[in-house]
């Protein structure tokens, strides 16, 4: 691991003073490498984000196409924009921003085919979907391969994160579904969504993920629900299930 380049400590030198970053935080942060599932309003800023901050090697994954209706909270897209890949514009813009990393565009979708392939050299995962299917998809190929990932959703003005550890000793998101309380159930295509709402998600998924790139221990196994209307927090601790079909399942064979 080199130093950092002249270049590096100039654009980084306002994070470069903050104690929790520093140099050694930044050169973990030059050679990470995420991936980001879903560029709509959570994967959008989250993407923007990590680059700004230095995060060295960003994939993004998503096989949609730029609609009028996503204008209102993927803010690194235009009008003229509307109908091209979402993966290709936003890595046109990220690498306009921040020509320091590198950002890999994959027009596809995250599931058990896909995984092997789009979570090669990956060190963590966030979540930017809206579907609890690809979520069951990302948290069963991340825990065969041992890669924490951080969930986000939200819908209307509620929203909701999580970050689960490479072996899911705190518990998994099959099992955070399976409480009976799981309130997770209809997309925000369904019931609506305010931007900012979705930017506070996903920008709360980007302070984990730098958390944890540069070595700091996350609250795992923790669902942070935000009722962003009011300004309201509540933080549930997931319960890992003895019978759970994913995590405690394997446990049991060790
Ligand atoms: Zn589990």
């Not at 470069?16 to 309003?41: M, Y």
């Not at 924009?81 to 950002?103: T, W, Y």
């Not at 041992?146 to 909701?160: D, H, K, L, N, R």
């Amino acid at each position: 691991m080199g130093d950092l380049t002249d270049q590096q400590l100039r654009r980084y030198a306002r994070q470069l003073v903050v104690p929790q970053i520093d140099v050694e935080g930044q050169l973990l942060l030059r050679d990470a490498h995420v991936l980001i599932v879903g560029v709509g309003g959570l994967g959008v800023p989250m993407a923007q984000y990590l680059a700004g901050a230095g995060v060295g090697h960003i994939r993004i994954v998503d096989d949609d196409r730029i609609a009028l209706s996503n204008l209102s909270r993927q803010i690194a897209f235009s009008e003229r924009d509307i109908g091209e890949l979402k993966v290709e514009v936003l890595a046109k813009r990220i690498c306009a921003a921040n020509d320091d990393i590198s950002v890999e565009p994959c027009a596809a979708r995250f599931n058990q085919l896909t995984a092997e392939e789009l979570l090669r050299d990956i060190d963590l995962v966030l979540d930017g979907t809206d579907s609890m299917q690809a979520r069951l998809d990302i948290d069963r190929a991340t825990y065969s391969r041992q890669i924490p990932w951080i969930m986000g959703a939200a819908v209307q003005i509620s929203g909701q994160w999580s970050a689960f550890d490479p072996e899911r000793h705190q518990g998994c998101y099959h099992c955070l579904i399976a409480d009976p309380g799981s309130t997770e159930t209809a997309s925000c295509a369904e019931l609506g969504i305010l931007g900012p709402v979705v930017g506070l998600v996903s920008l709360h998924q980007a302070i984990l993920a730098l958390r944890y790139l540069v070595g700091d221990d996350l609250p795992w196994g923790r669902l942070h629900m935000l009722d962003a209307w009011s300004g309201g927090l509540q933080t549930l601790e997931i319960l890992a299930r003895e019978e759970c079909a994913l995590c405690r399942h394997d446990t049991g064979q060790h």
